[in-house]
């Protein structure tokens, strides 16, 4: 499952589900051979665009929908911490990077490695609630499954198997969820920058060796 690639959520203007899946599942699931009988991908930022949900219900007929929703405030801040290790954020201070959204807004004050102002949003991140009932109206409760992020940590197990459940796949038998994705500072911007984006293979190889 490739891993927020956010394709949706970059879609120009002028699509159609034909062009789309002609470049979405030959960039994104060249492993696919036709057998799995299911397809995924994880975005958060789906949810908050006016566009991807309407564009992946039009290329995927019944697609399902799965959100994982946590505490706003936790959500918010996480997201802070997420956008200074991608270097979108240069503000360390989550009250005032909260305080420079109007500013931000107006297309001032924003960091010059920012990939988009509006990842800077944190007021519009916290609305979880309010996207979550544009996804249902959109597509309906029944293709929807919200998992919280308490239940998760609370029985990772038999969340994982309702997930199973909701996609209709068997239980594959594992016993253990081992934890990923585990909060991450950056240590050298340079260094961040050159790992994130090298410039040739020949560095990614050299850095890796360090």
């Not at 949900?53 to 007929?61: N, S």
């Amino acid at each position: 499952m490739p891993k927020e690639p956010h394709y949706f959520s970059r879609l120009p203007a002028t699509w159609s589900p034909g062009r789309v899946l002609a470049d979405y599942l030959p960039a994104y699931f060249r492993h696919w051979d036709g057998a799995a009988p299911v397809l995924g991908e994880g975005s958060p930022s789906y949810l908050y665009s006016d566009r991807a949900i309407g564009a992946i219900d039009a290329c995927f007929p019944g697609a399902r929908f799965i959100v994982m929703a946590r505490d706003p405030l936790e959500l918010v801040a996480s997201h802070h911490k997420r956008m200074l290790y991608t270097l979108d954020e240069d503000e360390p201070d989550l009250a005032k990077a909260w305080a420079l959204q109007g500013q931000r807004r107006r297309g001032e004050r924003v960091p010059r490695r920012c990939r988009d102002p509006r990842l800077l949003d944190y007021e519009g991140v916290g609305r979880v609630g309010a996207r979550c009932e544009m996804l249902l109206r959109r597509v309906g409760r029944e293709r929807v499954r919200f998992i919280l992020l308490e239940d998760l940590r609370a029985d990772p197990l038999g969340t994982y198997r309702g997930t199973l459940a909701f996609l209709s796949l068997e239980d594959d038998g594992r016993t253990a969820l081992p934890r990923r994705n585990e909060s991450r500072a950056v240590r050298s911007v340079p260094l961040h920058l050159l790992l994130s984006q090298p410039r040739s293979e020949v560095a990614r190889v050299l850095l890796a060796r360090l």
